[in-house]
């Protein structure tokens, strides 16, 4: 996949290249990023992006001319077929299933503002998608980038160490995830108790740890996110789990009783 971001931080960015996941797909050649600064597009010599908000107002707008010369710039650098999507709390929520859709696209365009936004002419004639990811208030379109940037690239063929794992994740089966243990068998907490890892991952049955591991994701959506399960057609086998853990009574985990 072909990634291009358009930001006025462009350093902020190897906080996701140099490391893990997206590291690694860079190295792999299955992810390609570039930046592209809105500021290398000023016509002043301060290079200058922002200007005060017609009408009045508190903070600045993103310029016109910079902002769709660098959209231009990061098109013509991308494949032509590559879509511009602003990234702005007025977008279409992001989630797992927009993850899956847009790691089948070949490029991107990635565009992040600052301030108050970006004069809305430029996003008219050039944007052809918007996107958020949540109902709270950032101070840039930066981090949103590389979150969606985090979730597509460990969906990329080979971005993974072990290729099984983005097809086990939560979420892929709309569900969350089930609880995880390892070494020693035996902890002692803060407050003395001695708190064991549960016996049937220890039996070496993995028929029956398989089915565990289900029951507890489907549980705790239940407790957690009953309005994920109201999305899924569930299994028999999975009604039946489902029941079995809802008529066991699970006294540690009352905080997300219902
Ligand atoms: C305080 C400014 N707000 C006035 C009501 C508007 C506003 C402008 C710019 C709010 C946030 C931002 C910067 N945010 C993003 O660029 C952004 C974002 C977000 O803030 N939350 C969730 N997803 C996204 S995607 C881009």
């Known amino acids: 996949m072909d990634c291009h971001v358009i930001s006025i ?148 063929p080979d971005s993974l160490g072990n290729s099984e794992s983005a097809e086990q994740d939560s979420f892929v089966q709309g569900l969350l995830d089930c609880p995880h243990y390892t070494k020693p068998r035996s902890f002692v907490d803060q407050f003395g108790d001695e708190k064991e890892v549960p016996d049937v991952l220890l039996s070496g049955d993995h028929q029956a740890i398989e089915q565990w591991r289900q029951q507890q994701a489907l549980g705790r959506t239940w407790l957690r996110r009953p309005e994920l399960l109201k999305e899924l057609e569930l299994t028999d086998e999975q009604h039946r789990l489902l029941d079995e853990y809802k008529s066991s009574n699970n006294l540690d985990d009352t905080s997300f009783e219902q």
């Open 9 to 156: 931080f462009p350093e902020m960015f190897s906080a996701i290249t140099e490391h893990g996941v997206i590291g690694r797909a860079i190295k792999q050649n299955v992810l390609s990023l570039t930046i592209h600064n809105p500021r290398d597009h000023a016509d002043d010599k301060h290079s200058k992006v922002d200007g005060r908000p017609f009408g009045g107002g508190p903070g600045m707008v993103m310029m016109p001319e910079p902002m769709s010369k660098v959209i231009e710039a990061a098109k013509t650098a991308a494949s032509s077929d590559a879509k511009v999507v602003y990234l702005s709390p007025q977008g279409k929520r992001f989630d797992h299933s927009a993850a899956i859709e847009f790691a089948k696209r070949d490029s991107v365009v990635l565009l992040a503002g600052r301030y108050e936004g970006i004069d809305e002419r430029v996003l008219e004639s050039h944007v052809d998608e918007e996107w958020s990811i949540g109902d709270y208030v950032l101070s840039g379109g930066e981090l949103p980038a590389m979150v969606m940037i985090d979730a597509i690239a460990r969906l990329l």
